[in-house]
C-alpha cells in the first residue's frame, strides 16, 4: 500500500518541484482514464482472447509550449486475458496492476504529439476463472510481480479533453513457474507469458 501511495503522489510532487522554478502555464497535470484491449501471449497459455479492461490515474506533461517534453503517468490499470478453453477450461485472467511510466515526448507539426518509452509496473491483484462461473478459482497466481514494458502514445490535444491512443508491449516473461491442479488445459510452466495492450484515453 506505501509503495502505491508513492506511485500516485510521484506525479504530483514532480509538478510541485517544476512549478517553484518554471512558469506553471507551461506544464499540465491531470486525470487519466481508458479503455483497453489486452492479451497475454506466449507458449504458456492455450487459446488466448482478447480481454476489454480500463485504466484510471494521474499523468504530468511537461514543456507544453515546446517541440520535446516530457509524458508521465501513475496510473491503476485492470488488465489481463479471456480464453477460448471450454466449459471446464480456464476461460480469464483478471490482473490488476500500478503503472508508471516516463516517456519522451515529441510534438509533430498538426501539435498532436508522439510518446514512446519505458514503463515499470507491479502486480496487484491475479485471477483466474474456469468456464462462465462467476466467482474466481484461484486468487494469486504464479506470476512474476514486476513488469516492464515499452510504451508508445499518440496525444491529440483539446483544450478541456485530449484524446490518447498507444499500446503497451511487455518486455518481461511474468511466468514463475503456473502450476494449475485439476484446470485444463495444462499450462507450459517452462513456456512464457507476455502482455500486451492498446488503449484508446481520455485525459482532462
Not at 512558469?23 to 482514464?33: P, Y
Not at 508491449?169 to 512464457?192: A, E, K, S, W, Y
Request: net charge positive; with cysteine.
Amino acid at each position: 500500500m506505501r509503495l502505491l501511495l508513492v506511485f500516485l503522489c510521484m506525479p504530483i510532487i514532480t509538478f510541485s518541484l517544476i512549478a517553484q522554478t518554471n512558469d506553471i502555464s507551461d506544464h499540465r497535470l491531470g486525470i487519466k482514464t481508458s479503455f483497453n484491449l489486452s492479451s497475454m501471449v506466449g507458449t504458456a497459455l492455450e487459446n488466448p482472447r482478447i480481454k476489454f479492461g480500463y485504466t484510471a490515474g494521474t499523468y504530468f506533461i511537461s514543456k507544453t509550449k515546446k517541440k520535446t517534453g516530457i509524458y508521465s503517468e501513475i496510473i491503476g490499470n485492470f488488465k489481463g486475458s479471456n480464453f477460448k478453453n471450454g466449459d471446464a477450461g480456464y476461460s480469464k485472467i483478471a490482473l490488476f496492476y500500478v503503472d508508471a511510466s516516463l516517456l519522451p515526448l515529441f510534438r509533430l507539426k498538426n501539435e498532436s504529439s508522439i510518446c514512446i518509452g519505458p514503463t515499470v509496473s507491479y502486480l496487484g491483484l491475479s485471477s483466474l476463472y474456469v468456464g462462465e462461473k462467476k466467482k474466481s478459482e484461484i486468487d494469486k497466481l504464479s506470476l512474476k510481480p514486476w513488469e516492464y514494458s515499452i510504451t508508445l502514445y499518440y496525444l491529440i490535444p483539446k483544450p478541456v479533453v485530449s484524446f490518447q491512443f498507444g499500446t503497451k508491449i511487455g518486455l518481461r516473461n511474468i511466468n514463475d513457474n503456473i502450476i494449475l491442479d485439476n484446470i485444463t488445459p495444462t499450462i507450459n510452466q517452462n513456456g512464457t507469458i507476455q502482455n500486451i495492450s492498446f488503449e484508446i484515453g481520455m485525459l482532462f
